[in-house]
């Protein structure tokens, strides 16, 4: 129970404990199953269920613990197009500037850093491939193999 509700939200103290709280009510009414095996002839393996139930709740609370406050991290358009062109400080010269959950229109005009020099010239997009290119229409090379 912990771990999905993990996968859905990304827990603050407050409702880590609240999940916590709320799997040990699960918990406890899984050992109170596990108590009722007996009925059924299960004495030899109760022990052994209890203590992977409960094994099996440290581990996720565990796991759970480790996700307190923890963000994906998303790599935004410019951050990713900067390092695969090896290039600083990119811009889009455009009144919204640069989108950062999808790419800019194609032939987006944009400025930025190469080396030492400044550099004006444009966004190439192509369904969902970028490139930029120079003033003098020269295409950049990626730097990532």
């Known amino acids: 129970m912990a771990s999905i509700l993990a ?50 709740w440290a581990v996720g609370a ?34 919204a500037g640069c989108p950062s959950d999808k790419l800019p229109e194609d032939r987006t005009p944009a400025t930025w850093v190469q080396g030492d020099r400044y550099v004006k010239g444009w966004i190439l997009v192509d369904n969902n491939k970028v490139s930029l290119a120079g003033s003098h229409g020269i295409l950049l090379t990626s730097k990532e193999s």
């Not at 799997?23 to 109170?32: G, R």
């Not at 996700?67 to 935004?76: D, H, K, M, N, S």
Request: charged share 15%.
């Open 62 to 95: 565990l796991w759970l613990s480790t996700r307190i406050g923890v963000e994906p991290q998303y790599e935004t358009f410019v951050e990713k197009t900067e390092r695969t062109f090896g290039v600083s400080r990119l811009k889009c010269e455009t009144l």
């Open 7 to 56: 996968q859905v939200l990304l827990p603050s103290k407050g409702s880590f404990l609240l999940i916590l709280v709320a799997s040990l009510l699960v918990l406890c009414f899984l050992l109170n199953v596990c108590q009722n095996l007996t009925v059924l002839g299960w004495e030899k393996i109760q022990g052994l269920v209890i203590i992977v139930i409960i094994a099996a």
